[in-house]
């Protein structure tokens, strides 16, 4: 069972490029998020997609852009990386809102260093 | 003002003893999530509970709705419990808040 799958796992970027952040998970799931998470800060929402075709931004949306490609597929942008955006990418999917109880599954992670 | 609020952030523990990491929300929930993370991976979630207790392996999590408060236990912790461990709130949408997370050391 692969579940939710990110790449890269790792990524070295200079300040300027852009780069994508690929997510695709196998469940069947409606919803998808993009986090990041550094030191001390906990996860923080990014954008999310409640379904195909929708879209919304989360509590840290700056400097990224996102698509929901698919159900399978929830993509992250960064069109001009800024040493700020240095993190750890999650994607995580989950069934369905109207039932909070349904747990959210993660990725493995991108480690991204903007130099 | 963070909705969920956890402690210890840092935790060592002797291998055998009884561990209890502590979360408190603010906010109206019908299920608090309990997730872990182990050094440089990803994160998986452990329980989902919206009363009472539940119980897998060494892992015991409760939950009391009126104090807003819930409780991870971990019993005879082994160096493998080792990991940062994260508890989550589910709001009305479709999204959640999450607690900085506790990084437990269990020294063999």
């Known amino acids: 069972n692969a579940g939710v799958t990110q790449t890269p796992k790792f990524q070295v970027l200079k300040t300027g490029q852009s780069m994508t952040l690929q997510c695709a998970q196998d469940m069947n799931h409606n919803s998808m998020y993009w986090y990041r998470q550094d030191p001390g800060m906990g996860l923080r929402l990014i954008y999310y997609s409640a379904s195909e075709g929708t879209t919304d931004k989360g509590e840290v949306p700056n400097g990224y852009n996102v698509s929901r490609l698919n159900k399978r597929e929830f993509s992250l942008r960064l069109e001009s990386a800024a040493p700020s955006q240095t993190s750890v990418y999650f994607c995580a999917s989950r069934l369905n809102r109207v039932w909070s109880n349904q747990p959210q599954h993660f990725g493995d992670g991108t480690r991204l260093s903007i130099l | 003002k963070n909705e969920v609020e956890q402690s210890p952030q840092n935790l060592t523990a002797q291998e055998g003893e009884f561990i209890t990491i502590n979360c408190s929300y603010s906010?109206?929930?019908?299920?608090l999530h309990w997730l872990q993370q182990h050094p440089g991976g990803g994160i998986v979630s452990l329980f989902m509970l919206s009363s009472g207790k539940k119980k897998h392996g060494r892992l015991i999590a409760t939950i009391n709705i009126q104090e807003k408060h819930s409780s991870l236990h971990i019993t005879a912790s082994h160096p493998r419990d080792s990991a940062v461990y994260i508890c989550?709130?589910?709001?009305?949408?479709?999204?959640?808040?999450f607690g900085t997370g506790t990084s437990l050391t269990v020294i063999p």
């Open positions: 906010v109206g929930i019908s299920a």
């Open positions: 989550a709130a589910p709001n009305t949408g479709n999204q959640f808040y």
